[in-house]
């Protein structure tokens, strides 16, 4: 049987309208970076209208009774694509969707996991982070992306917070979850997966796209030397590849973080403008990072003003 001309243009206009059901989200690419630890690899790009938000490395780990997302993407569109690739592997509940900070590309898949009724984990500071950009960032993304990826889009808030260290079980798979202070943001939480030795940083590592300083420069520092001394065979950057050697990964962020904090402590010694000083700090690492014309001036803006008054 086949349709008539009108009934299939019928079909076809009715398929424009439809919202994208579960069967046809197409399931992200992952990548396995150690026994039962996905990851799927974010973009090196801004957030865009083809893209969907998915520039950030974001994943999930099984353990034998339960499931946690670490990091749901940049839309709706992104953290279905991310469910969806965890249901090609496991019919486990999804209890814990754990977001590492408050940037758009690692929170605004969350909604996409409510069927699931899982426990929404971050920083103490998370909460209030969302509170005072989630509007912005729910205006400003909607701008940027397609109307279909950003459709279902939610600011969805931790329902427990970490205040330093909590540990949760996913079933022979514990999961240590730390809050940091202040550093790539003032909300930054870190994953390790003790049984495999994988640390998932979230945007406390940042490789080949150039570190973006949200919070403070030198608690960044401090943070990376705490970091680096953790019992970890692996880490997964929240950009940059799937999976990286530890804690050698840390260096090019370290000479690009240190170089422009001490390029801007000579500039303020010399008592030079944030506007001249900005415009020259860090400027050597430029051959080394993508988007660095995208972040390099805006790192070295917010580094003056914490460096200032050291
Ligand atoms: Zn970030």
């Known amino acids: 049987m086949h349709l008539s001309l009108t009934s299939a243009l019928a079909v076809f206009l009715l398929s424009l309208q439809a919202p994208v059901s579960a069967a046809e989200i197409t399931p992200a690419d992952v990548t396995e970076v150690a026994p039962g630890a996905f990851v799927?690899?974010?973009v090196h790009a801004l957030i865009d209208k083809n893209?969907?938000?998915g520039i950030a490395n974001i994943g999930f780990v099984i353990g034998s009774e339960s499931i946690a997302v670490i990091d749901s993407g940049g839309s709706f569109l992104d953290g279905a694509r991310l469910r969806a690739a965890i249901k090609q592997r496991s019919n486990l509940p999804i209890r814990y969707v754990i977001n590492t900070h408050v940037h758009p590309d690692h929170i605004f898949g969350n909604a996409a996991f409510l069927q699931d009724t899982p426990i929404f984990i971050g920083h103490r500071n998370?909460?209030?982070a969302m509170q005072a950009r989630g509007a912005h960032y729910l205006a400003a993304n909607k701008l940027l992306m397609s109307a279909a990826a950003f459709e279902g889009t939610e600011v969805i808030p931790p329902s427990q917070t970490v205040e330093s260290q909590s540990v949760i079980d996913l079933g022979e798979r514990r999961l240590v979850l730390d809050a940091v202070k202040t550093a790539h943001t003032d909300a930054d939480l870190t994953v390790l997966d003790e049984s495999t030795g994988t640390l998932w940083t979230g945007d406390l590592l940042f490789q080949k796209h150039l570190p973006?300083?949200?919070g403070r420069l030198k608690g960044?520092?401090?943070v990376m030397d705490?970091?680096?001394a953790l019992p970890v065979t692996r880490a997964v950057p929240g950009h940059g590849p799937v999976s990286l050697p530890w804690p050698e990964a840390l260096e090019p962020q370290r000479a690009y973080?240190?170089?422009l904090a001490g390029d801007l402590r000579g500039l303020i010694a010399e008592g030079k403008t944030m506007r001249h000083a900005s415009s020259i700090a860090g400027q050597s690492e430029r051959d080394k990072w993508l988007l660095f014309e995208e972040f390099n001036t805006r790192n070295a803006t917010a580094g003056f003003a914490e460096l200032e008054w050291e």
């Open 51 to 53: 893209n969907a938000g």
């Open 40 to 42: 799927r690899h974010g």
């Open 126 to 128: 998370l909460p209030r």
């Open 257 to 259: 973080l240190t170089k």
């Open 212 to 214: 973006v300083v949200d």
């Open 220 to 222: 960044w520092l401090e």
């Open 226 to 228: 705490k970091l680096s």
